[in-house]
């Protein structure tokens, strides 16, 4: 079970404590596309609802009337709301159609938007799917920027640092691969470089041509990601120095020292750091792209400002 229905789960249970009752809302996800654009704003929108257990179904890569028939029938065995991303004319009449017939809201979710932007640049929207996934230019950095956060998780290929966008740096389990993983789906090559106690720093951090950026979070968090990536894969599978520091690992007063250890050496160093607690992987890589937009606009300034006559 995924996290987000784990989060519908407990809203529930916790209106069944609270005394509420609790509705169970089927709600179609209908996309001639991969369905990002449709789960992303199923997410944003039904965490709002606390008494409602929202089942999502996901109907994704719709292009042609024998695809769309299953999609009818679907909802057709379970009623609901649907959100369609269909910009094919014909597949979006024959939903609609199916719709008004079931008395079943849909919503095209695209339309206003497309609206505004065919007013404004004065031509017709064509009525391509999956336009946004072409094999261009943008598509092969992202390629790229993946294969270059794969080479250089965990340290790896200290020399590569040189090419990187941004370098993550922290203690483990902080959250540092996956954050890498969902910026290199933005094309951006992110390292990520672990930060241990009493072993010298990483070589070649202090060169890079690029923010380097720390991630933090409170040790009571920590201590619960380790004890369950410990159980996951065993001491004795872990990594070396897990496995010979396997008590310090999670021991509370070693890890609030290795977590202020970090912080100090980010401090010493001019790196700005992101406590990542109470952050999703969205949130945090956000925040990356916001410390990154402002490193390069003070470099800019600089730049421009060394380049002024004396």
């Not at 996290?3 to 789960?9: D, E, G, L, M, P």
């Amino acid at each position: 079970m995924g996290r987000a229905a784990i989060q519908v789960r407990l809203r529930a249970q916790h209106a069944i404590v609270a005394g509420m009752e609790t509705q169970r809302i089927n709600l179609h996800l209908v996309s001639d596309a991969t369905g990002e654009t449709l789960n992303a704003i199923a997410r944003a929108t039904t965490v709002q609802f606390d008494t409602a257990e929202i089942i999502h179904h996901r109907w994704s890569l719709i292009r042609t009337r024998f695809q769309l028939h299953r999609v009818l029938e679907g909802i057709e065995h379970e009623p609901g709301p649907v959100l369609s991303t269909l910009v094919d004319r014909a597949l979006r009449v024959e939903l609609e159609t199916t719709c008004r017939r079931l008395n079943t809201p849909v919503v095209n979710v695209l339309d206003p938007v497309m609206a505004v932007l065919q007013e404004h640049i004065g031509e017709q929207a064509t009525a391509r799917p999956g336009r946004q996934y072409a094999l261009n230019a943008d598509y092969f950095r992202r390629i790229d920027a993946m294969h270059y956060v794969l080479s250089h998780d965990d340290g790896q290929a200290q020399p590569g640092l040189a090419e990187a966008d941004v370098v993550l740096v922290g203690v483990s389990r902080s959250s540092k691969t996956p954050t890498c993983f969902y910026l290199a789906n933005r094309g951006i090559k992110a390292a990520n470089v672990p930060l241990v106690p009493h072993l010298p720093e990483p070589p070649g951090l202090a060169d890079v041509q690029c923010p380097v950026i720390g991630l933090t979070l409170a040790a009571e968090a920590l201590i619960d990601i380790r004890r369950h990536r410990l159980r996951l894969i065993g001491v004795e599978s872990a990594a070396p120095i897990v496995r010979q520091n396997s008590g310090e690992y999670v021991d509370e007063d070693a890890v609030k020292a290795e977590l202020l250890w970090a912080r100090r050496l980010c401090t010493s160093r001019g790196w700005p750091m992101i406590d990542v607690t109470r952050r999703s992987i969205e949130e945090t890589a956000a925040t990356v792209l916001k410390l990154m937009e402002g490193w390069h606009q003070r470099r800019a300034e600089a730049e421009k400002a060394a380049a002024k006559p004396a």
